[in-house]
């Protein structure tokens, strides 16, 4: 049993490192930085796409027009008032 041991501990010790190993130990410290700013700033542009996903789907389902505008929210049938027209 002891044997067998000693012989995966040798193993694992004289084994060459893999591909992906070798490849994650070559970057310097400098670039995770970077890699970790786009990494994170993507999943948080995805989490916010998904957010206003939803409550856009929310806000139809509740009978609301998602692209009117902040004044006339729940007005969709009224016109917008253009002055210099009814001068006209």
Do not use: C, Y
């Amino acid at each position: 049993m002891t044997q067998g041991i000693v012989f995966l501990a040798q193993a694992v010790v004289n084994a060459e490192p893999s591909l992906p190993h070798q490849i994650l130990h070559s970057i310097p410290w400098w670039a995770w930085i970077a890699i970790v700013a786009i990494v994170s700033s993507s999943v948080s542009e995805i989490l916010k796409a998904s957010f206003r996903h939803t409550e856009r789907i929310a806000m139809i389902r509740m009978g609301m027009h998602p692209d009117a505008s902040n004044s006339n929210v729940g007005l969709v049938d009224e016109k917008p008032g253009f002055p210099e027209a009814a001068e006209l």
